[in-house]
């Protein structure tokens, strides 16, 4: 009875060290890709799309600014596209992609689709703000995602 006592103890602590192995080795590597900057002028019945949008209160995505601008002639779209990548053995799940607005901002476009990513691949992420046509395209961009139910997030800066 006391060596099968001993055999439990000896198994559960090594599923416990196995699983710490696999939570502690759990590494996303996010890295930037590049950022496409676009006239909003040649796009401008979208641009009159999300104007119609935000009037009827059915915008998805996230708003900065209290006013939307009135032509597409002073504003641009910044695309920004990052790549993520699972290196360990765990998936990842409810990856999501936030930017940091800066003062001339007015919105990032929102992105209804669900995100996993699976042990050892890779997925490249966007999002797309319109901002200023005299903003640059610096900015900080926030990446949350779950592992095994536990929030992590990772902070980078882009456009440099």
């Known amino acids: 009875m006391k060596a099968a006592a001993i055999i439990v ?5 090594a599923g416990v060290f196995g699983l ?6 759990a590494n996303v590597t996010i890295t930037f890709q590049e950022c496409i900057a676009t006239d909003a002028v040649p796009q401008a019945e979208y ?3 999300l104007r119609r949008q935000i009037a009827e209160k059915a915008f998805v995505g996230t708003l900065f600014a209290s006013s939307f ?10 695309t920004f596209t ?3 990548q699972n290196r360990s053995f765990l998936p990842v799940d409810v990856i ?17 689709e669900r995100r996993s990513l699976a042990s050892g691949r890779s997925l490249d ?28 997030s990772y902070r980078l800066t882009t456009g440099r």
């Open 96 to 112: 999501e992609m936030q930017i940091t607005p800066m003062g001339e901002d007015v919105l990032q476009i929102g992105d209804t």
């Open 125 to 152: 992420l966007s999002a797309t703000i319109l901002t200023s046509k005299q903003m640059h395209n610096v900015r900080e961009v926030t990446v949350t995602y779950y592992i095994w139910g536990l929030p992590f």
């Open 9 to 13: 103890v000896v198994l559960c602590l």
């Open 47 to 49: 641009f009159e799309t």
């Open 69 to 78: 601008p009135e032509s597409p002639e002073t504003c641009q779209f910044y």
């Open 82 to 84: 990052l790549r993520v």
């Open 20 to 25: 710490g192995y696999l939570y502690l080795n």
